[in-house]
């Protein structure tokens, strides 16, 4: 079956830091890969997806993730930390066999000034 | 215009009660889903329905009942609440079971007494 891991249920940055959130998969058949945003007390919102084609793909927000099979890896990246980013992020990827999206457990992003 | 609305958002009911959530979606979408979110933020899928037809049942206590009675809604009655229902309840849609990409709903936190 397909899992999902997130390194990390805390991350801190200053303001204006780079962030990096990280996310592995299991699988041996690429597939597709997403980040939601959760801000508190909302519902989940797609940052951006990786379906095929351009490795590097941007979302909204000026974040972007890098799909790297050889690491069976999708990490989330900002060049620059925004307060507005505090949130929790989550990583989801397809499984073809359920039809089913399969979430990891989030990581927590809090911003400092 | 919201694209996935739930009601209601804040539900606060005693043990034994039986209570509804519902869910709507304006955009067009074939599938919908429950998810049960805990408070250690860990999303669980519940349901999933396309086209009124119910394709994921999840191993779900059978005091959960989803009904779907046109595709732009799908409905949560729970029966009989216990303690350890209290979540945030979210619903989804996408286009069709393999798009993959789904739209949140806001969520309904769910408390039980």
């Known amino acids: 079956a397909q899992s999902v891991t997130q390194l990390g249920s805390h991350v801190s940055v200053s303001e204006g830091a780079l962030v990096l959130l990280r996310c592995n998969y299991s699988?041996?058949?690429?597939?597709?890969l997403f980040w939601y945003v959760q801000y508190p007390n909302q519902g989940l919102q797609l940052l951006l997806k990786y379906t095929t084609g351009a490795t590097l793909v941007k979302g909204i927000n000026g974040f972007e993730a890098e799909f790297k099979k050889s690491e069976t890896s999708f990490h989330l990246t900002k060049p620059s930390a925004h307060m507005s980013d505090a949130a929790e992020y989550f990583c989801?990827?397809?499984?073809?066999?359920?039809?089913?999206?399969?979430f990891g457990t989030g990581t927590r992003l809090q911003v400092f000034p | 215009d919201t694209a996935v609305s739930q009601t209601p958002k804040y539900l606060v009911t005693q043990m034994g009660n039986d209570k509804s959530i519902k869910c709507e979606q304006n955009?067009?979408?074939?599938?919908m889903y429950w998810y049960k979110q805990d408070s250690k933020k860990f999303l669980k899928i519940m349901f999933s329905?396309?086209?009124?037809?119910?394709?994921i049942n999840e191993t779900v206590p059978n005091r959960f009942s989803p009904k779907s009675p046109d595709k732009a809604h799908l409905n949560l009655h729970i029966n009989s609440l216990e303690l350890g229902d209290s979540a945030v309840y979210f619903c989804?849609?996408?286009?069709?079971?393999?798009?993959?990409?789904?739209?949140f709903g806001p969520g309904t936190r769910l408390t039980v007494t």
């Open positions: 955009l067009g979408h074939d599938t």
């Open positions: 699988s041996s058949v690429p597939p597709y």
């Open positions: 989801a990827v397809s499984d073809r066999d359920t039809d089913k999206l399969i």
């Open positions: 329905y396309n086209n009124k037809e119910l394709i």
């Open positions: 989804a849609s996408s286009q069709t079971p393999r798009a993959y990409e789904q739209y």
